[in-house]
T-cell receptor, first 111, second 115 residues
């Protein structure tokens, strides 16, 4: 079983839709969870960072962590064409340990 | 806004040649990383660097790889004898906090093509 699983998509939605992106993981030792956005030929850009189970909101973005189910989600409200990118989940254990990434979900928001 | 700068953006090399990928981390950052992404694959950790030494390295980071911080601003990744399978996008990242991904800034990457 892979450590972090993420449906690669592609996912295509109309402008204004609510987008739900998800990752599952196998290692219960993961404690920190992140969502990155990656535009074509660019580096990952941190969107959301969470530690505990529950929800964290930042503007149109909501990150959700369910440690009991080993499941994390990113919701995008009122999606815009500029949200079209690949979204990567990432997680790590603690301290300075390296990030473990999902494969990324490619999202297209159609105007 | 400060950013991590990587050069070159593209590098083409012949198999067996040495390449040096360069990075200028954000100026007050103390922890530095190299990750790579093979086309269509996950972003993978290579190495972390703190206080002028390697903190951690992955299985990918074998004897063909080395990192260096030759001065106060640059951070380099050297591949001594490139292989076809080294073709990937290489990302440099840095953070001031060394915490688990928090405030980790990535550069735009160097696309390495080994022919």
């Amino acid at each position: 079983q892979k450590e972090v699983e993420q449906d690669p998509g592609p996912l295509s939605v109309p402008e204004g839709a609510i987008v739900s992106l998800n990752c599952t993981y196998s290692n219960s030792a993961f404690q920190y969870f992140m969502w990155y956005r990656q535009y074509s030929r660019k580096g990952p850009e941190l969107l959301m960072y969470t530690y505990s189970s529950g929800n964290k909101e930042d503007g149109r973005f909501t990150a959700q962590v369910d440690k009991s189910s080993k499941y994390i989600s990113l919701f995008i409200r009122d999606s815009q064409p500029s949200d079209s990118a690949t979204y990567l989940c990432a997680m790590t254990y603690s301290g300075n340990t390296p990030l473990v990434f999902g494969k990324g979900t490619r999202l297209s928001v159609i105007a | 806004e400060p950013e991590v700068t990587q050069t070159p953006s593209h590098q083409v090399t012949q198999m067996g040649q040495e390449v040096i990928l360069r990075c200028v981390p954000i100026s007050n950052h103390l922890y530095f990383y190299w990750y790579r992404q093979i086309l269509g694959q996950k972003v993978e950790f290579l190495v972390s660097f703190y206080n002028n030494e390697i903190s951690e390295k992955s299985e990918i980071f074998d004897d063909q790889f080395s990192v260096e911080r030759p001065d106060g601003s640059n951070f380099t990744l050297k591949i001594r004898s490139t292989k076809l399978e080294d073709s990937a996008m290489y990302f440099c990242a840095s953070t001031s906090q060394g915490a688990s991904g928090e405030k980790l800034f990535f550069g735009s990457g160097t696309q390495l093509s080994v022919l």
